[in-house]
């Protein structure tokens, strides 16, 4: 598989495969391609040459409102854009996940995951109240709302210090099996390689 902006590659990965409940730490310089990687797998950049197949669908061949969708049920995401609607409250950004693709909301299931993340007691809070480590974990919340088949996430520890960084990755690995989603993180913060023995290092092309 071969992605990148304007036609021209910047990443390419052959023959790569992750297993349900899979897990798979991207590492290298910045420019290097990690997140490119990740919007392709996402769908939100097209595939120059190549196939990316997520639970069984080449996600290259869906039309964009098709991709969407299968985005919103399948793929949970956690970027280092929070993308939180800004007059709504954490509960109301969480259901609005729920609402845009036609699902009904799990609330139990919701409340929970609040809860396991530590951030239950500011759901009525909007984005700008809450502290940078809350709002990363409500993208969390929202990225494993519909038990995705696969998470991924753009360096979700750049923001942290060493004890949240700990607690963030433990949280993030926990959820996806609580889901058994797939796991792909792309970072350069060498705190996380402790927590991955599957690793792809990307190096920047001159």
């Given at each position: 598989m071969t992605a990148g902006y304007d036609g021209k590659p910047v990443v390419a990965l052959d023959n790569f495969f992750l297993p349900e409940r899979g897990h798979c730490?991207?590492?290298?310089?910045?420019?290097?391609?990690?997140?490119?990687?990740?919007y392709a797998i996402a769908g939100l950049l097209p595939v120059i040459e190549g196939k990316i197949i997520v639970d069984r669908v080449d996600i290259a061949l869906l039309r964009e409102n098709e991709?969407?969708?299968?985005?919103?049920?399948?793929?949970?995401?956690?970027?280092?854009t929070l993308q939180l609607m800004p007059s709504l409250n954490v509960m109301e950004?969480?259901?609005?996940?729920?609402?845009?693709?036609?699902?009904?909301?799990?609330?139990?299931?919701l409340e929970?995951?609040?809860?396991?993340?530590?951030?239950?007691?500011?759901?009525?809070?909007?984005p700008r109240q809450l502290s940078r480590g809350q709002a990363q974990r409500v993208t969390i919340a929202r990225a494993v709302l519909h038990y995705p088949k696969l998470i991924i996430a753009d360096e979700p520890t750049s923001?942290?210090?060493?004890?949240?960084?700990?607690?963030?990755?433990?949280?993030?690995?926990d959820l996806a099996a609580e889901t058994s989603a797939a796991l792909m993180i792309a970072t350069h913060d060498s705190r996380v390689k402790a927590h991955f023995s599957n690793i792809i290092h990307f190096e920047q092309t001159p």
């Amino acid at each position: 598989m071969t992605a990148g902006y304007d036609g021209k590659p910047v990443v390419a990965l052959d023959n790569f495969f992750l297993p349900e409940r899979g897990h798979c730490l991207v590492t290298g310089s910045s420019g290097g391609g990690k997140t490119t990687l990740l919007y392709a797998i996402a769908g939100l950049l097209p595939v120059i040459e190549g196939k990316i197949i997520v639970d069984r669908v080449d996600i290259a061949l869906l039309r964009e409102n098709e991709m969407d969708y299968f985005r919103g049920v399948n793929i949970g995401m956690i970027f280092q854009t929070l993308q939180l609607m800004p007059s709504l409250n954490v509960m109301e950004n969480l259901l609005l996940a729920s609402y845009v693709v036609g699902m009904p909301p799990n609330r139990e299931y919701l409340e929970h995951i609040l809860n396991r993340l530590g951030i239950y007691e500011v759901r009525e809070s909007l984005p700008r109240q809450l502290s940078r480590g809350q709002a990363q974990r409500v993208t969390i919340a929202r990225a494993v709302l519909h038990y995705p088949k696969l998470i991924i996430a753009d360096e979700p520890t750049s923001s942290l210090d060493d004890r949240n960084c700990e607690s963030v990755i433990s949280i993030i690995k926990d959820l996806a099996a609580e889901t058994s989603a797939a796991l792909m993180i792309a970072t350069h913060d060498s705190r996380v390689k402790a927590h991955f023995s599957n690793i792809i290092h990307f190096e920047q092309t001159p």
